[in-house]
């Protein structure tokens, strides 16, 4: 079976290629296990050397014909990753709604057209919560998201579900907790500093953290989540019924709870690399965000979260190969 | 200050019209009450003899400059009624999207490119609830559309929202409940049978009812909808604050407690003319509608609902000028 990752360029995208092409398959249309045949990768840049497996398709979502480019007449599985980030969305506003709706629906128009309606697994996302919000949320929590992005991956779920009930895609929407620990640089993601409070430390580098230690950050894994967007796949569509967007598990930790577990694992030296330099605008956003969940519906259906924030830590440092104290 | 009523030409849209010439005034932008100098209805057709005091701009919401020749740059307040209607949607889903989904963000576009931000109250639908329902719905209820018609409104609601978050329009939107009664003739929306039981019977003709009489309705009435949709636009942001969706407050009537109501008021022969002749295809889009709803938060911001389906029957007569027995 073919498949297709937008965003494939990306992280999280280019950890779900590797993943697949190590598991060698994904649930075929009548949900038995189906060999991978082709992977292709839709993005506007692409990390050195892909696997030759691997095609890459490059540009914008949005650009004219490019879907169409990366998308063949039996693609069966698609993985929406492609975004402009929070920050990003928010400083340009024209940008982040051509991408994150304009390209969604071009995505989803192609889709339309394909042979067979494809599985579509949509990486939404916990900015869709803002506003007046609980203590602890739910599966029943109304999205109210205060970010454009947040507004965008709502929508992108609406129009998901609404194809998936023409079916015109067979579509699952997995709002995705803050990935942490992300590798390489900093991002314009106002969760950026989520990461960067671990990354930059065990790289002997400081980090300004421009939050107050205080701030909690529901969080999952890079591996975590990837296993999460294949389990997401994979599910039947009876597991879904009509309610197709699903709150993925995530563990709640605090800036300072993290900054302990650092401590644990590589010592003071890297614990004090963590500086705290506030920075308004990134921690308006981030206080806006949800911290902490409760989410039975994923449980029930077999996602799983990590089991602590020193496992997170770990499998950062053996995943990058880093030496610790 | 001057006004745009998209939908103007329709029902809804020209009572509101009529209503706020009769006032002569709205809530101008620091809160006192204006005086309405013009008021501009955009839709695809019009009433025959418009008052002279309205300016129609005829034609579809989505084609290109319309909007543009129907905003003025110092209009004030916008009334967002135009819309492919539900049974419409779901038959025709690339013009539902075209008109509702594109057609909103058109306007949406051009009101941001304004002198300053008009307040604009959009009309949205209980049309966004589906799937599986509480008994009672209330404001924390989460929308999961089960047509096109009501994905394509919640996706406005956000969008009113998000502009609004970000200062380009000052937006409120209302889920409209069902409105009873229309007056004129039955139209492709799934919910045309909820006035038709109604209104055919009091002019004297057969109604086939598509529904079966245990069929809950929630409703409103066209004066009620129309003081809501003022009432929306007049108050202030403030009592708004982030979340600026409301469910509106309606009343629950069951066909069978409609035709015995139009029995009191209009007498046996009237209430015969109901006939139940089951359309299955209305039928399912018909119940996965909700019945009853709580709204604290309506009532609170001073929004109400008919007293009871009696007086909305005999507001209709007394609108339509009807003889009854």
Redesign the interface.
């Known amino acids: 079976m073919k498949v297709l990752i937008t965003g494939g360029g990306g992280f999280i995208g280019h950890r779900l290629a590797r993943e697949l092409l190590e598991r060698g398959t994904l649930a075929g249309p009548d949900g038995a296990p189906a060999a991978i045949s082709a992977i292709k990768l839709l993005d506007r840049a692409f990390p050195p050397a892909p696997d030759a497996r691997l095609t890459c398709v490059p540009g914008d979502l949005s650009a004219p014909g490019l879907i169409d480019a990366a998308l063949d007449r039996d693609t069966a599985a698609v993985f929406h990753l492609a975004a402009v980030v929070s920050a990003g969305a928010e400083a340009d506003?024209d940008l982040g709604y051509r991408v994150n709706l304009d390209g969604t629906r071009l995505l989803l128009e192609a889709c339309r057209g394909l042979q067979r309606p494809p599985r579509l697994v949509f990486a939404s996302s916990v900015a869709a919560f803002?506003?007046?919000l609980p203590a602890v949320l739910d599966d029943?929590?109304?999205?109210?998201?205060?970010t454009?992005y947040g507004?965008q991956k709502?929508?992108g779920e609406?129009?998901v579900?609404?194809y998936t009930?023409?079916g015109y895609v067979d579509g699952r929407s997995l709002r995705l907790p803050t990935i942490v620990v992300r590798p390489g640089r900093p991002n314009l993601a106002a969760s950026s500093f989520a990461s960067s409070i671990f990354r930059e430390p065990l790289n002997g580098v400081v980090c300004e953290c421009p939050v107050p230690e205080s701030t909690g950050i529901w969080l999952l894994s890079p591996r975590r989540v990837v296993d999460a967007l294949i389990h997401a796949h994979d599910l039947p569509a009876a597991a879904w019924?009509?309610?197709r967007v699903l709150n993925l598990p995530g563990i709640t930790v605090t800036v300072a709870e993290g900054v302990a577990a650092l401590r644990r694992i590589a010592g003071e030296a890297a614990a004090a690399r963590v500086r705290f330099a506030p920075d308004e605008r990134i921690n308006r956003i981030v206080q806006g965000w949800p911290v902490r969940f409760r989410t039975p519906r994923a449980t029930a259906l077999g996602f799983a979260a990590d089991p602590d924030i020193d496992a997170v830590i770990r499998a950062y440092v053996a995943d990058e190969g880093l030496q610790v104290s």
């Open positions: 506003f803002g506003g007046d029943a929590t109304t999205p109210n998201p205060q454009s507004a709502v929508i609406y129009l579900s609404d009930r023409k019924g009509v309610n």
